[in-house]
């Protein structure tokens, strides 16, 4: 059996596929896990997300920014924006099941000697700090009062973790890290308005993964959401975003011998409404 690990899919159901063949993916035996942004800008996000749900237990999906909006959306909480593609799945037959199985997805996970979430982790989290925390967000989207939380979950406050931090502040900062975030200060406030790539960064952050005496250094981090980064493989972190929605290419590693597979996505460029 084979892990394998992919970037934001955003809809790109006919890439997944070619790129899931270019992988020798064998859907009798391997998993797959999912950094986060199943749907929106892409073409086909409701044949990925029933792609996603028909694995079951072979596969591992986190919720990534997108994901979260289309709960929102779908709720009627908020409307969509001018470049957002998910009309397909609001009008779709099994629109509710597709909705519901999203939400109980989780916020982060961990296994097989790595760790997965869709934006980063704040310095001061360890990985088992980060999955009790998911844990509480993950609680209050399948519970009963999941809309409340989805009418509370917008907003950029608080910008710093507190253990002491409680409701909807705290909730807020651990969706906002893990789903948002591409920078932090070294005292782990968050940056999130930042869309450049690393080498254009604000005075006093820095890219969350290289903010000295990170806590979760110790287990190699699989995330996405950085499109501007793009691919990036190192020791401690792998960010699988390559930027197939918007026309560049879509990625996966497969975990135990951390080969990586591409497949180039250029039919896609231009298509995307990027406001």
Same mark, same amino acid.
């Given at each position: 059996?084979?892990?394998?690990?992919?970037?934001?899919?955003?809809?790109?159901?006919?890439?997944?596929?070619?790129?899931?063949?270019?992988?020798?993916?064998?859907?009798?035996?391997?998993?797959?896990?999912?950094?986060?942004?199943?749907?929106?800008?892409?073409?086909?996000?409701?044949?990925?997300?029933?792609?996603?749900?028909?694995?079951?237990?072979?596969?591992?999906?986190?919720?990534?920014?997108?994901?979260?909006?289309?709960?929102?959306?779908?709720?009627?909480?908020?409307?969509?924006?001018?470049? !957002?593609?998910?009309?397909? @799945?609001?009008? +779709?037959?099994? *629109?509710?099941? #597709?909705? /519901?199985?999203?939400?109980?997805?989780? &916020?982060?996970?961990?296994?097989?000697?790595?760790?997965?979430?869709?934006?980063?982790?704040?310095?001061?989290?360890?990985?088992?700090?980060?999955?009790?925390?998911?844990?509480?967000?993950?609680?209050?989207?399948?519970?009963?009062?999941?809309?409340?939380?989805?009418?509370?979950?917008?907003?950029?406050?608080?910008?710093?973790?507190?253990?002491?931090?409680?409701?909807? !502040?705290?909730?807020?900062? @651990?969706?906002? +890290?893990?789903? *948002?975030?591409? #920078?932090? /200060?070294?005292?782990?406030?968050?940056? &999130?308005?930042?869309?450049?790539?690393?080498?254009?960064?604000?005075?006093?952050?820095?890219?969350?993964?290289?903010?000295?005496?990170?806590?979760?250094?110790?287990?190699?981090?699989?995330?996405?959401?950085?499109?501007?980064?793009?691919?990036?493989?190192?020791?401690?972190?792998?960010?699988?975003?390559?930027?197939?929605?918007?026309?560049?290419?879509?990625?996966?590693?497969?975990?135990?011998?951390?080969?990586?597979?591409?497949?180039?996505?250029?039919? #896609?460029?231009?298509?995307?409404?990027?406001?």
């Amino acid at each position: 059996m084979a892990t394998i690990a992919i970037g934001d899919v955003q809809g790109c159901y006919d890439q997944l596929m070619r790129l899931l063949e270019r992988a020798g993916y064998d859907e009798r035996r391997d998993m797959l896990w999912f950094v986060g942004d199943l749907v929106n800008r892409g073409p086909r996000s409701a044949q990925t997300v029933r792609f996603a749900k028909g694995l079951g237990a072979r596969q591992v999906t986190v919720l990534g920014n997108h994901d979260l909006a289309l709960l929102v959306i779908a709720d009627g909480i908020k409307k969509p924006h001018r470049g !957002d593609t998910f009309d397909e @799945i609001l009008s +779709a037959p099994d *629109r509710d099941e #597709l909705i /519901a199985w999203l939400r109980h997805q989780k &916020l982060m996970h961990a296994g097989d000697g790595y760790a997965m979430v869709h934006a980063g982790l704040l310095p001061q989290w360890s990985v088992a700090r980060a999955l009790a925390l998911a844990r509480e967000v993950e609680a209050a989207l399948q519970g009963p009062d999941h809309r409340e939380f989805l009418r509370h979950m917008y907003g950029n406050e608080p910008l710093r973790w507190r253990d002491d931090l409680a409701g909807y !502040d705290r909730l807020r900062i @651990i969706v906002n +890290a893990m789903t *948002r975030m591409r #920078l932090a /200060a070294p005292d782990g406030t968050l940056e &999130l308005r930042h869309k450049l790539g690393p080498n254009v960064l604000p005075a006093g952050y820095l890219p969350w993964y290289d903010v000295p005496g990170r806590a979760s250094r110790g287990t190699p981090v699989i995330f996405g959401h950085w499109a501007a980064l793009g691919l990036l493989v190192r020791k401690d972190v792998v960010c699988l975003d390559s930027g197939c929605v918007w026309g560049r290419s879509l990625s996966a590693l497969r975990l135990e011998d951390r080969r990586l597979f591409e497949l180039d996505c250029p039919e #896609l460029e231009g298509t995307v409404d990027e406001n």
